[in-house]
């Protein structure tokens, strides 16, 4: 998964390739800000410098394609879909002269990030009251909420009257808690909310999202 690093002002950002025999296609990208690495005027290191961290992939939805697709692909901060996870160990050092590696991770680094791979549990509490103020009037709209790999859906509106959908349903027991390697609520990052409308052809298709972070 060989990677492309632009610099864009006070941040690095890391494309990341799908790896192919004919050509490398550009799968989405992850950020990391200078300051959380590289010491400060006091000589205080970043907090990531050195430490294990989970960096969320992010870029265009699957199975589409275009100019806004490539944006998303190659800017995390305005794509619309989780695409995976790197686990990076960031190290700041000064030299003259800087070097673009690749090499073999040694087998002692390899154990010393096995506790960053253990599974941990959060609690999750979602409800969904209605939608307002929709596209439509009088018709089927469906809200979603998804962190990482994992997503909860409104389902099928119980009302549906003007630009107005009522759902009044919450995550259903079983389905409250989210597992994955994330060391801390922190390390989850992005939260997406879905708009998905009810086509004749084709069934239900995304038409708008918004996000938000945790932590």
């Known amino acids: 998964m060989p990677a492309q690093i632009p610099l864009v002002g006070g941040r690095i950002i890391f494309k990341i390739l799908d790896e192919d025999l004919v050509s490398d296609e550009l799968i989405g990208a992850i950020h990391f800000e200078l300051k959380d690495i590289i010491p400060d005027a006091n000589g205080v290191d970043g907090k990531f410098n050195g430490t294990y961290d989970w960096k969320n992939i992010y870029g265009a939805p699957l199975k589409v394609s275009g100019k806004v697709s490539d944006k998303m692909n190659q800017n995390p901060e305005i794509a619309s879909f989780w695409k995976g996870r790197i686990l990076v160990q960031c190290v700041a050092e ?34 969904f009251a209605g939608a307002m103020c929709l596209p439509e009037d009088n018709k089927e709209y469906q809200v979603s909420i998804r962190i990482a790999d994992k997503e909860w859906s409104s389902g099928n509106p119980k009302v549906v009257k003007a630009k107005y959908n009522r759902y009044n349903v919450g995550a259903s027991a079983g389905d409250d808690v989210y597992e994955s390697p994330y060391m801390s609520i922190a390390d989850i990052g992005t939260v997406y909310i879905y708009l998905s409308h009810k086509f004749t052809i084709g ?11 945790i932590g």
């Open 94 to 127: 000064e030299t003259e002269k800087p070097l673009l590696k690749i090499e073999q991770l040694p087998e002692e680094i390899i154990e010393e990030a096995k506790p960053c791979h253990e599974i941990r549990r959060y609690g999750i509490s979602c409800f």
């Open 203 to 213: 069934g239900w298709k995304r038409v708008s999202f918004w996000r938000c972070k």
